[in-house]
């Protein structure tokens, strides 16, 4: 993250800031700025919900794996978990189709 950048807070349409990057790490780690608040980068056009936003909430990434967030892949991206398993839900479906209309005519 850009140090110099400017970050806002965006609350019920109301921006709070500007603040440095330091500055929002540290009220993230003071409760002042929760995972599902919006936050906004004026310098990078970037706008996302505080915990999508990479290493502002570390604490929690290492609660979830035990370990340092930056050894990890960023969990967020990856969503062929997500495929896989609507992928296996049609395949069962299809399954159960195929067997009742065997059934049918054996």
């Known amino acids: 993250m850009d140090p110099a950048a400017k970050w806002y807070i965006d609350r019920d349409g109301k921006y709070l800031g500007p603040y440095s990057w ?3 790490k540290q009220l993230a780690q003071q409760g002042e700025i929760l995972p599902g608040d919006i936050l906004w980068n004026k310098e990078d056009n ?5 915990d999508q936003i990479s290493g502002l909430f570390p604490y929690k990434e290492k609660e979830m794996y035990g370990r340092d967030a930056e050894v990890l892949p960023d969990y967020r991206k ?4 997500t ?9 069962l479906i299809l399954i159960i ?3 009742i209309f065997i059934k049918n005519i054996f």
Do not use: C, K
């Open 22 to 24: 330091d500055q929002v």
């Open 46 to 50: 970037l706008r996302d919900r505080a």
């Open 78 to 81: 990856n969503r062929n978990t």
């Open 83 to 91: 495929y896989t398993i609507i992928i296996m839900g049609i395949a």
């Open 97 to 99: 189709i195929v067997s």
